[in-house]
């Protein structure tokens, strides 16, 4: 039996916060325990025009920053759009890539994440690769068909598990205040771990963190994040309150 990988508790902020929020980030950070650090890695991703600044007021904390998305490319002449490297350059050291609302509202397909996957390996970031079904997949009995589809066209098959995590995240469950039963994340969540065996082999396959998210808050974290293979939660609304995400992350420590 290989041993379990570290617990991550990342926060997804979304479109939301300003320069006064690293206020938020600074209660997080001054709020995780020595027993907490022990056990967990931390992770916030504010939206791109704060990276920067919160990276310096993380730096020798317990707490890491990374980015929401990223462009494929390096750098050219793509209006709007920000490279890995420049969040690498920002002081991020994590890219979500592949989130739902980036699926949905900018039509980005499997070979975009797999892509954007790649840039974040090539700046030096880990990848943290979203997958997750919508409710119309969910009722028609397609759940495992798409999250595997996802996965295969998603996850670059050399990565590694120390620049990859994967994040399941049904759509229905996305700042719904719903979410699946604990034997629905179980059957999910061991479909990736046997898929990630196919993609990478049997050596990085237990080592690769696989998030929950979904409407997570204090109050369901410790049911959510004791289901096996389940390695820590992606957190949308509850991580912009400092209190709320320490909450969640207590999960560890209870
Ligand atoms: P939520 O969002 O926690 O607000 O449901 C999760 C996410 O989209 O990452």
């Known amino acids: 039996m290989s041993e379990r990988p570290r617990p991550l508790v990342a926060g997804n902020w979304k479109m939301n916060g300003l320069r006064p929020s690293v206020d938020v980030l600074r209660g997080i950070a001054s709020g995780v325990s020595a027993e907490l650090r ?14 920067h600044e919160f990276a310096d007021a993380a730096r020798g904390s317990a707490v890491k920053i990374g980015g929401q998305d990223c462009h494929a490319k390096g750098a050219g002449a793509y209006t709007g759009d920000i490279s890995a490297e420049m969040l690498a350059d920002a002081g991020a050291q994590f890219v979500i890539v592949g989130h739902s609302e980036r699926r949905q509202y900018h039509h980005e397909s499997d070979a975009d994440v797999h892509a954007k996957a790649l840039a974040a390996r090539r700046a030096g970031l880990v990848a943290i690769v979203c997958v997750g079904e919508t409710r119309e997949e969910r009722e028609a009995g397609k759940v495992l ?4 589809a996802q996965l295969r066209g998603s996850v670059p098959k050399d990565s590694t598990a120390a620049e990859l995590v ?15 039963t604990v034997g629905d994340v179980a059957e999910v969540h061991a479909l990736i771990r ?23 808050k ?3 974290a ?6 096996p293979d389940v390695d820590g939660a992606l957190v949308g609304g509850a991580s912009l309150a ?3 995400f320490l909450g969640i992350a207590s999960a560890y420590t209870s």
Do not use: F, H, M
Not at 222 to 227: D, K, N, T
């Open 242 to 244: 400092a209190a709320d």
């Open 145 to 148: 068909e798409v999250v595997s």
């Open 166 to 180: 994967v994040a399941y995240e049904p759509v229905w469950a996305i700042g719904t205040g719903l979410t699946p």
């Open 38 to 51: 022990d056990r967990a890695d931390l992770l916030v991703c504010p939206p791109a025009t704060l990276v």
């Open 222 to 227: 410790v049911e959510l994040l004791r289901v």
């Open 218 to 220: 204090p109050a369901n």
């Open 194 to 216: 046997a898929e990630l065996g196919k993609i990478l082999g049997p050596a990085e396959q237990n080592q690769v963190r696989i998030l929950y998210g979904g409407s997570v």
